[in-house]
């Protein structure tokens, strides 16, 4: 099974952390964009779904080499989140950078990364036999996106022992 790479947000700049909090949302919204079954309710065309896809897949890429000329350490996305211990731990560094950037006015609320760790907290769910986890409204504000974060944090954290059994 691969090294769950952590990103660390400690050692990161003010200017460093808003741009990889950026990177981690473009990355998110593509990852949501491939894992969404084709098909969907408002009756979209394959054709533009792929098309939405790859401009998503671009942006991120643009951004992730951009990203990784001016910055070390690198941002490599290869990160796994296939079970409690793993996503938690995810959570709670995403909820540590978007702390970190939350005062900054290029600071955005991270809608598409915390749509990716529902539907990671969703499948651990199915798989665990649990319950999905509880989503509020839509976060409006980067302070509630923290919030939620923190919540599914804890939400992984109870989870761990399941998982350990299954």
């Not at 990103?7 to 808003?18: D, E, K, Y």
């Amino acid at each position: 099974m691969p090294e769950i790479r952590e990103v660390s947000v400690g050692n990161r700049n003010l200017a460093q952390a808003v741009e990889l909090s950026l990177l981690v949302d473009l990355e998110a919204c593509w990852e949501n964009l491939r894992k969404t079954p084709h098909g969907r309710a408002e009756g979209r065309a394959l054709t533009q779904d792929l098309k939405d896809r790859q401009k998503a897949y671009d942006v991120f890429r643009s951004k992730l080499v951009a990203y990784n000329k001016r910055f070390t350490p690198a941002y490599v996305p290869e990160m796994l989140l296939n079970t409690p211990s793993r996503l938690g731990k995810w959570c709670l560094t995403m909820r540590d950078l978007y702390a970190q950037v939350e005062q900054d006015p290029k600071g955005h609320c991270p809608l598409h990364l915390l749509e990716k760790a529902y539907q990671c907290a969703d499948g651990l769910g199915v798989r665990l036999n649990q319950d999905r986890v509880s989503r509020s409204i839509p976060p409006g504000s980067i302070r509630d996106a923290i919030r939620e974060l923190e919540s599914l944090g804890q939400w992984c954290e109870r989870l761990t022992p399941l998982a350990a059994t299954a």
